[in-house]
Each structure stands twice: as C-alpha cells, then as structure tokens.
C-alpha cells in the first residue's frame, strides 16, 4: 500500500514537500512515480524515479522547481515542490511499477497510492 502525505495550502512561491510511504512489498523493485489530478482536468504525470534513485525524470511543467528522491531504507519517496505555482494545485498521487521508467503513462500502473490536496493561493 501506498500512503501520500504532506499537502496542504500555501502561498505561489512556497515550497512544501509530499511524501509516499510503501508499507508493503520490496520497495526498491519498483520505480516510483508523481501524479497530479487538478479539478477538471486529466490526470498527469508529474515525475518519476528509478529503482534505485539513480534517474528522475519531470514533465516539462515542473522541471527545475521539483525534485524527487527515494530513500529505499525508509520506503519512502519524496517530491520537494518548490516556487509553487497556483497551477500546481491538484490532488497529487504516488504511484510504483515494476518496469516503467521515464515519462510514464498512468495506464496499467502496478499500484496506486491515495491522493494529497496541494493547494496554492496567488
């Protein structure tokens, strides 16, 4: 199971960091991902990262302002959101798959976590 955490509101040009927490399963088998889902709109790829941490990958929207990272010993992923955007509000979900990598689609992915309200004020 997969548990994202650390929403809330802020103010455009804050920062704020969303967790997800893996209390099942070998944790460092999966690549893990970000997706956002705003009121309204698809849902979107927001990040991914591998197995072992050693690659992230961004949609265009977010890079250079977020920055995923893993720590496998915790089974825990992090997305640090910084110079936040009030497009960036949405519902962010976490996701783990055993063979994406890169820009993911969220089709067939293995395992949804349950989503974190990010809400950011102009």
């Known amino acids: 199971q997969l548990q994202a955490s650390g929403g809330g509101l802020v103010q455009a040009g804050d920062s704020l960091r969303l967790s997800c927490a893996a209390s099942?399963?070998?944790?460092?088998?999966?690549?893990m991902g970000w997706f956002r889902q705003a009121p309204g709109k698809e849902r979107e790829f927001v990040g991914s990262?591998?197995?072992?941490?050693?690659?992230?990958y961004y949609a265009d929207s977010v890079k250079g302002r977020f920055t995923i990272s893993r720590d496998n010993a915790k089974n825990t992923m992090y997305l640090q959101m910084n110079s936040l955007k009030p497009e960036d509000a949405a519902v962010y979900y976490c996701?783990?798959?055993?063979?994406?990598?890169?820009?993911?689609?969220?089709?067939?992915?293995?395992?949804w976590g349950k989503g974190t309200q990010v809400t950011v004020s102009s």
């Open positions: 099942e399963g070998t944790f460092s088998s999966y690549g």
């Open positions: 990262v591998r197995k072992n941490g050693g690659a992230t």
């Open positions: 996701a783990a798959d055993r063979y994406k990598v890169g820009r993911w689609s969220g089709d067939g992915v293995d395992y």
